[in-house]
């Protein structure tokens, strides 16, 4: 029976390939959206005919009568299931369409699983694509971009060789046998003797295993001028080591081990007894097959942390022998081990490099064709489905680790991309606490001189003042500071921690913070009007419609004027959480009768890009400085986007209310920073954005959309589970 699946990345491109592959005649029997995708069966219309011969094949046919009795429904519904069963079948017993072409997912995943990265860490990846890629092309630079982002994330490198080497100290290579310890060991004393010269380092072998191994390694020291001392016995390391003091790098070449040795422990816990500290480097065959690797990892860590400490770090070895390095870049990733050199050759000191995780990447994404060992989507998805012996326990414990080991890499991604959020993460930390320990916390990074620290080193131009106590909160919403886009930042600043009125809060602003944009909820009194204007300073005030001013000699309400203001641009944005198309117009003003306008009514219109429909009118009312260079238009298209602020902080406060020690104070302040993350993740297009909205939403709920509130409840549950998996940080 010529029942076919076609899999597209729309609905339309999947109904091209049922014509291309069955003709304009074809029975389309379901459509379904799937991860890749859409997903259509249909069936040649040659073999409509059979599926009716056999439908009629079945018993008797059910009268109108009998159908409408119990006994007929009954009957009419088993054979409905008998249909479906039957069609089901073929399905499943039918291959995908050769034309069909996967989705964007689809796509990505054969591309890392061909790289040879692993299944699981494929799905981690996956599961955070964000929404705005998801209809991408395969070869979208965004998409690309995305993905090395994700992996680079989680592969930590070396960044400072040059204070490492500096610093010294007793490094151990250890590993598995032929694995290139020897050879290694002269690589990394040459790096040191580079930049500061032999006379400091030493060079240690184990080995008495291998015939020539001490004969090798001082072949090596005499080529780079270094000391080379052999131990006989492992249990002579200790003093040798006391001994070696006065050198700064000494590199123990250890003995090779299988991983399966029984001996392994008893190695590495000699390593450890020696009374200056060593550290112990892991070397890894990039050849190596993804399940060696993890075995090898798994054992020398166990034995590692056994001894007292864990690995210090790990080397690559001989990549330039490896067909794929996806593989031992995964188990790296995973293990959370630093990655310090990369060797790939046999020259001393010539084949080795310092591991930058950017080239690797390149080149272990750069693999062209798959390869017999690599999964393909049909098994992958039989792999990756839970199991129902006692593997699936062993599978949870992973799940729960690598979800704990994301969740850091989210923070670290927030605190390095967002302005306060190491402030943030803190205050949480706080809520807890009694509320002298809450106060005391307050009082120490709420006062003015490291509060004016932070928005300086957030280069913010801007100040967004509340308007009052909003209905359902019970304090005023503190200030938070805007950056040269117009992006409200995390930095809440209490306003009863200010002077109690604008004109003073406006002088001691601009005393140590500089000129700066205003952003008012309401319009300022006239001597703070007449302050901005003298300094040349922008500002902007949200105003209602019943709002009066003055234009062409008549005292008019905002909404009778908003007719006569001059379309002045549109732009396409978003508005809690949804596509919108605003256009602006200006009307200029003045607030009294013989005040010049110096003023402008902006008027922004909000409408649904798909049919038009009008979804909200803002008034804002403002004065253009020359104190900064700023577009008016483009700041006010984005106050408009995030005239949500008051709302979700409102949200916010209600959502902290139930923590009963928590003092009002840190709450207004947890409220104002929670809105702010939420408002900034949800606007910005940067690449941070973009890697880490789909695990903040994820934490929300899998059915919630993309919205503010969705962000700020997963927010919200992001810094709960942080602070729970991380509490001594």
Avoid at 325 to 336: S, T
Avoid at 376 to 387: F, G, I, K, Q, Y
Avoid at 561 to 582: F, I, K, N, Y
Avoid at 614 to 633: E, F, K, S, T
Wanted: net charge negative; glycine share 8%.
């Amino acid at each position: 029976m010529s029942v076919m699946r076609f899999l597209g990345v729309n609905s339309r491109e999947a109904m091209r390939q049922v014509r291309d592959a069955l003709g304009d005649d074809a029975l389309i029997l379901s459509n379904r959206r799937v991860d890749d995708g859409v997903e259509v069966v249909a069936v040649a219309e040659d073999a409509q005919a059979s599926l009716v011969e056999h439908a009629e094949s079945r018993p008797a046919e059910t009268s109108s009568a009998d159908a409408a009795s119990p006994v007929g429904q009954e009957r009419l519904y088993a054979e409905m299931q008998a249909m479906r069963e039957l069609l089901m079948s073929h399905i499943a017993e039918t291959p995908r369409a050769r034309n069909a072409r996967p989705g964007v997912q689809g796509v990505l995943r054969q591309r890392l699983i061909t790289a040879g990265f692993s299944a699981r860490l494929v799905r981690e990846m996956l599961d955070d694509l964000p929404e705005e890629l998801s209809q991408a092309t395969p070869d979208d630079p965004g998409l690309l971009a995305w993905s090395r982002r994700q992996l680079e994330s989680r592969l930590d490198v070396l960044d400072d060789e040059a204070s490492m080497l500096e610093q010294g100290g007793v490094f151990a290579l250890v590993g598995p046998t032929g694995v290139g310890k020897t050879t290694t060991t002269a690589k990394f004393a040459a790096r040191y003797v580079m930049r500061f010269g032999g006379d400091d380092v030493a060079l240690v072998t184990t080995d008495d295993y291998r015939i020539g191994a001490h004969e090798q390694l001082r072949i090596y020291a005499r080529l780079l001028g270094v000391d080379v001392h052999a131990v006989h016995h492992e249990d002579d390391l200790e003093g040798l080591l006391t001994r070696l003091e006065g050198k700064r790098m000494v590199i123990v070449d250890t003995v090779g081990m299988s991983q399966r040795d029984q001996r392994v422990a008893g190695q590495i816990a000699r390593l450890g007894g020696a009374a200056r500290p060593v550290r112990r480097l892991l070397l890894l065959n990039a050849a190596s097959h993804g399940d060696t690797l993890e075995e090898v990892v798994e054992t020398y860590q166990r034995a590692s942390r056994d001894a007292g400490a864990p690995l210090y770090g790990c080397l690559l070895t001989k990549v330039d022998e490896a067909p794929r390095l996806g593989a031992v870049l995964d188990v790296v990733m995973r293990h959370r081990l630093r990655l310090y050199y990369v060797s790939h050759g046999q020259r001393v000191p010539e084949d080795i490099r310092l591991a930058e995780a950017p080239d690797l990447l390149e080149e272990a994404l750069a693999v062209g064709q798959g390869s017999p060992f690599t999964y393909d989507e049909n098994v992958l998805t039989d792999m990756l489905r839970p199991s129902a012996s006692g593997q699936g326990v062993q599978a949870l414990s992973r799940d729960l680790l690598a979800q704990r080991q994301q969740l850091a890499r989210v923070m670290a991604t927030l605190q390095a991309a967002v302005p306060g959020m190491t402030l943030l993460v803190d205050a949480w930390r706080q809520r807890e606490a009694p509320r002298a320990a809450q106060q005391a916390w307050l009082e120490r990074h709420l006062a003015p001189p490291p509060m004016i620290a932070a928005i300086r080193e957030a280069e913010a131009t801007g100040l967004v003042w509340s308007g009052g106590q909003p209905r359902g909160m019970d304090w005023v919403p503190p200030m938070l500071p805007l950056d040269a886009n117009g992006d409200v930042l995390p930095l809440a600043w209490p306003l009863h921690r200010w002077p109690p009125s604008d004109a003073q809060r406006l002088t001691l602003a601009r005393r140590h913070l500089g000129s700066h944009w205003v952003v008012f909820a309401r319009v300022p009194e006239s001597d703070v009007r007449q302050q901005l204007h003298d300094s040349e300073s922008p500002w902007l005030a949200r105003v209602r419609v019943q709002q009066r001013v003055w234009h062409a000699g008549e005292r008019l309400a905002v909404g009778e004027l908003a007719s006569l203001a001059e379309p002045c641009g549109q732009h396409v944005c978003r508005l809690r959480g949804r596509p919108r198309r605003v256009t602006l117009a200006r009307l200029p003003v003045a607030l009294s009768e013989h005040e010049a306008p110096t003023l402008s009514l902006w008027v922004a219109t909000a409408h649904d890009p798909e049919n038009g429909r009008q979804r909200g009118v803002y008034h804002w009312l403002g004065q253009v400085g020359d104190a900064l260079d700023i577009d008016m238009r483009a700041f006010i298209y984005r106050q408009t986007e995030q005239d949500d602020l008051p709302r979700l902080m409102r949200s916010a406060w209600q959502q902290l209310g139930g923590v009963s020690p928590l003092d009002c104070e840190l709450r207004v302040y947890l409220a104002a920073q929670l809105s702010a993350l939420a408002l900034r993740l949800d606007l910005s297009d940067a690449g941070w954005a973009l890697d880490t909205r789909p695990v903040v939403r994820r934490l929300a709920g899998e059915r919630k959309r993309m919205s503010p509130d969705t962000l700020l409840a997963g927010s919200i549950h992001l810094l709960t589970a942080h602070v729970a998996l991380s509490p001594d940080e």
